[in-house]
């Protein structure tokens, strides 16, 4: 019979850090993972963002079949909708195996709400609205969860700004907290179901590295009770199951942030509409009433810390009403617009001569910034992809310039300091390691989300889906006429 299997995700982990951490003695438990285990990177999806990855990562299937691109979408009105797990066509992994009879339990996995039933025990996690929420399955513990952890959160409440240096401490407090919440929930879950496959993510690591990357000592602390835990059900659970451990993207610093759609308006691709109220709106732009402005403002006044209290899809519309929105487009007139936290463009009407052109222009104005761009139908091998997708997609500087447009136009400057006073952003090269490991058979630098959802279902002997794009990392040898098992990582 095959080893129970307990996934470990660390959202936005990187090698980087871990490894000169282990080797002075700071992290054992992975020490003890890297010591024990097989280890490599793990290629993100593009953009490396949570929303894009951890869907493709779970489903086996690219961001140009699920659709899932980033927090929010545009509706048919133009305006903010967040996206959800019921906007994701094909079922996670969690759901295959429990179709296929194997008790399963998944907790603090973003981008799961609304929860939907399985053979086991569901916790949302990132984007799940609150306690008040259907956010566990069965419905029937909903109860006993809200009576063991009253103050549980799924989403980050603190909102952290340069000009209010109180708001650090207090966002450092509930990362900390998110670490122990998220443990005591999951050996809460751990404790009730006798499973056959786990899976838990931390996000505090992701949330620490965003806001504290120029302060070493506050990301190791995080680490290191992540670190703890991992030792844990390392000397709990090691002999006796096999242990998956991924990130869904890796993370390093952010220098600048880009307003994309300030350089599409320039290039006569992007124009508003002549209406008296929008005219309004971009002359208060111009004199200071933009959302660059509103945010420098409101962390001034100490507004910023506590307004991730606000659901994220309310905060923005409420924006949107003050600032230059996507409403405000004269879309006769657009050929190509800029949305998402990283700034995909998408074209009003397809045409393949003017995504040659954009891309020829972007590569001239940005030269070696700009480390990625191409096509979503060279990307994806099709030019049926689904509208949430964008027509062009890029990089700058692997992460470290951060295009955001979820406001339309945030400011006159095409570059500003970080607007949301994050430090730390994504890279692509997330972490994967297998413990035990002592069956690997060689080495590979070619392991991507894609190959997570096959590499579990070929690991319990489950069909994979003909929507799944990515391969088995596990592989199977012949060695001294005995067949051997083993992870091709």
């Known amino acids: 019979m095959r080893k129970k299997l307990f996934m470990f995700g660390i959202d936005s982990a990187t090698w980087d850090l871990i490894r000169p951490w282990v080797a002075e003695g700071k992290l054992p438990g992975f020490k003890k993972l890297l010591s024990g285990g097989a280890a490599c990177d793990l290629m993100s999806t593009v953009?490396?963002?949570?929303?894009?990855?951890?869907?493709?990562?779970?489903t086996g299937s690219s961001p140009g079949d699920h659709g899932s691109?980033?927090?929010?979408?545009?509706?048919?009105?133009?305006?903010?909708?967040?996206?959800?797990?019921?906007?994701?066509?094909?079922?996670?992994?969690?759901?295959?195996?429990?179709?296929?009879?194997?008790?399963?339990?998944?907790?603090?996995?973003?981008?799961?709400?609304?929860?939907?039933?399985?053979?086991g025990i569901m916790v949302g996690g990132l984007l799940t609205p609150g306690l008040k929420s259907d956010f566990i399955y069965p419905p029937e513990l909903k109860k006993e969860f809200i009576k063991k952890f009253p103050r549980y959160e799924f989403n980050p409440r603190v909102k952290a700004t340069r000009n209010d240096p109180e708001s650090y401490r207090t966002l450092f407090k509930e990362i900390k907290k998110e670490v122990t919440d998220v443990i005591a929930v999951s050996d809460w879950v751990l404790g009730k179901e006798k499973w056959d496959f786990f899976a838990m993510n931390f996000m505090a690591v992701d949330h620490v590295q965003h806001f504290f990357w120029n302060d070493k000592r506050a990301m190791l602390e995080i680490y290191r009770l992540v670190d703890k835990y991992l030792e844990r059900v390392l000397k709990k659970y090691g002999r006796t199951h096999r242990f998956l451990v991924v990130s869904d993207h890796g993370a390093g610093p952010l220098e600048k942030t880009m307003f994309l759609n300030v350089w599409l308006k320039k290039r006569g691709y992007l124009r508003f509409k002549n209406t008296p109220a929008v005219v309004l709106k971009r002359l208060l732009s111009f004199l200071g009433m933009n959302p660059d402005r509103l945010i420098t403002l409101a962390s001034k006044l100490r507004l910023v810390r506590h307004s991730g209290k606000m659901e994220m899809g309310k905060r923005n519309r409420l924006m949107n009403r003050l600032v230059l929105s996507y409403a405000d487009i004269d879309w006769d007139r657009t050929e190509a617009y800029s949305f998402g936290m990283y700034g995909g463009i998408y074209l009003t009407r397809k045409n393949k001569t003017l995504i040659k052109k954009i891309i020829g222009e972007m590569q001239a104005d940005f030269g070696t910034d700009l480390t990625f761009i191409d096509s979503s139908q060279n990307l994806y091998g099709t030019d049926r992809y689904p509208a949430t997708i964008p027509d062009i997609q890029f990089l700058m500087r692997e992460g470290a310039i951060v295009s955001t447009n979820i406001y339309?136009?945030?400011?006159?400057?095409?570059?500003?300091?970080?607007?949301?006073?994050?430090?730390?952003e994504h890279r692509m090269k997330g972490i994967l390691a297998l413990y035990p490991g002592q069956d690997v058979l060689k080495e590979t630098e070619n392991a991507s989300l894609l190959d997570i959802t096959p590499t579990i279902l070929d690991y319990f002997g489950v069909a994979l889906p003909d929507y799944c794009r990515g391969r088995s990392l596990f592989k199977k040898e012949i060695r001294d006429g005995k067949l051997v098992e083993g992870i091709e990582i």
């Not at 339309?408 to 730390?424: E, V, W």
Request: aromatic content about 12%; hydrophobic content about 40%.
């Open 69 to 119: 691109y980033d927090f929010y979408s545009l509706d048919k009105n133009r305006e903010l909708t967040v996206n959800l797990a019921s906007d994701i066509p094909y079922p996670f992994v969690w759901e295959l195996l429990s179709d296929a009879g194997l008790r399963v339990a998944a907790v603090n996995i973003p981008i799961t709400f609304p929860v939907r039933p399985l053979n």
């Open 408 to 424: 339309a136009f945030s400011g006159h400057r095409l570059f500003t300091d970080p607007i949301t006073h994050k430090s730390g």
């Open 47 to 58: 953009p490396p963002l949570t929303p894009v990855a951890w869907p493709t990562m779970m």
